[in-house]
């Protein structure tokens, strides 16, 4: 990803089985992603409610497409 190209942060994942799943269905329609993962070994994770296990970001001209990729993939979940 170039520095020049902004990103926009557009889902907080619950678990890492969401994580996989979401990463790979935006990745083979060519939408780049990067994960911001929360891990905090200090606290063993007690805190994985309350923030997610990590924050998804894209490139901003891929983010309403990335969101309705989302959106389908989570079916009725609430994002």
């Given at each position: 990803?170039?520095?020049?190209?902004?990103?926009?942060?557009?889902?907080?994942?619950?678990?890492?089985?969401?994580l996989a799943k979401l990463k790979k269905a935006l990745e083979e329609v060519g939408i780049q992603v990067m994960i911001q993962p929360?891990?905090?070994?200090?606290?063993?994770g007690?805190?994985?409610?309350?923030?997610?296990?990590?924050?998804?970001?894209?490139?901003q001209k891929d983010a309403e497409r990335a969101e309705e990729i989302v959106k389908e993939q989570l079916g009725s979940e609430k994002l």
């Open positions: 990803m170039s520095r020049k190209e902004k990103l926009v942060s557009i889902h907080t994942f619950k678990n890492k089985v969401e929360f891990d905090d070994t200090a606290y063993n007690i805190y994985t409610l309350q923030k997610g296990v990590a924050k998804l970001w894209v490139h």
